[in-house]
């Protein structure tokens, strides 16, 4: 009979040592309420996380976190802000730091587009897509990274995109954007390489979530005439890879394809080639 509980250590799985580890932090996720941000929220309870899932509407952070508590023996905060207002972030940060949670995982999974030529999309729209995509990342991994540091530990992962790899007519300023997330954390992850703190990039291709449709790009070829990426399966690609602290994940064969592509291909024919594949199906090749 094993009377001692060093004695189980032998027995314990690596999942079950995760969960016991786990279920002394917190993760936050923002966007967690939809697409790769929801399927990481799950991921993130079924080993044991406490969650702090941020996102700009209320019904559905109640809706999501009813559900994970039904299903897993985590606490989940939920805090309604919109990151389109970058002073939310540090909001975020003090709400977090209030309570006295100590976040060992810091998900920035946040982002939306906007589809169109340039000369045509509304410009102010775009300056709140680089507050979110960009400001807003920045500043919530300044701050928790900051707290990670000073103790020695953590993770952080931003959500990047294949799109990172490449200039993208009809959505010129998206594909900025994540070009500067993915640059960005790469940096900042040479930078704390010896302090305890990893930071990965996941680099998605297109995925079934709601992103097109806030982008009002469901005319596009890409979604129309293409196979998209199932969203499960891309949280589980950036999980795994943030759990075991690399710095960056394409998910996906053809997306690892095409990125390896974009390594070798002049800018200008990258450019020219995503203009035919990102225009709406309609539209006559320009």
């Given amino acids: 009979m094993i009377s001692d509980v060093s004695q189980l250590a032998p027995f314990i799985t690596a999942r079950q040592k995760q969960y016991m580890k786990a279920n002394n932090h917190y993760a936050v996720v923002t966007g967690g309420t939809s697409g790769i941000g929801y399927?990481?929220?799950?991921?993130?309870?079924?080993?044991?996380?406490?969650?702090?899932?941020?996102?700009?509407?209320?019904?559905?952070?109640?809706?999501?976190?009813?559900?994970?508590?039904?299903?897993?023996?985590?606490?989940?905060?939920?805090?309604?802000?919109?990151?389109?207002?970058?002073?939310?972030?540090?909001?975020?940060?003090?709400?977090?730091?209030?309570?006295?949670?100590?976040?060992?995982?810091?998900?920035?999974?946040?982002?939306?587009?906007?589809?169109?030529?340039?000369?045509?999309?509304?410009?102010?729209?775009?300056?709140?897509?680089?507050?979110?995509n960009i400001s807003s990342l920045v500043a919530l991994t300044k701050l928790f990274l900051v707290d990670m540091v000073r103790r020695g530990s953590g993770k952080i992962m931003n959500l990047s995109s294949i799109a990172s790899k490449t200039p993208g007519p009809w959505q010129s300023v998206y594909h900025g954007t994540k070009a500067f997330v993915q640059s960005f954390t790469e940096a900042i992850r040479s930078e704390v390489k010896d302090s305890g703190v990893t930071i990965t990039a996941l680099l998605p291709g297109a995925t079934a979530t709601d992103f097109f449709d806030k982008a009002e790009m469901l005319d596009s070829k890409i979604v129309r005439e293409g196979k998209l990426d199932d969203a499960a399966r891309v949280a589980k690609d950036g999980y795994e890879a943030l759990m075991k602290g690399d710095d960056m994940v394409v998910s996906g064969i053809k997306n690892k394809l095409q990125v390896a592509m974009s390594n070798v291909t002049p800018d200008a024919t990258l450019a020219d080639k995503m203009k035919k594949q990102q225009a709406p199906v309609s539209s006559e090749s320009k």
């Avoid at 406490?50 to 700009?56: E, F, Q, S, W, Y």
């Avoid at 905060?77 to 309570?99: P, R």
């Avoid at 587009?113 to 509304?122: A, K, L, P, W």
């Fill in 39 to 132: 399927e990481l929220v799950k991921l993130l309870a079924r080993d044991g996380y406490n969650l702090v899932i941020v996102a700009r509407h209320e019904a559905d952070l109640i809706h999501v976190a009813n559900e994970i508590k039904q299903q897993y023996s985590v606490e989940v905060v939920i805090i309604a802000k919109d990151l389109f207002d970058v002073n939310n972030a540090f909001e975020i940060h003090n709400e977090v730091s209030t309570k006295n949670i100590d976040v060992e995982i810091l998900i920035n999974d946040a982002g939306q587009g906007q589809y169109g030529e340039f000369v045509e999309t509304d410009i102010r729209r775009e300056l709140d897509i680089i507050t979110l």
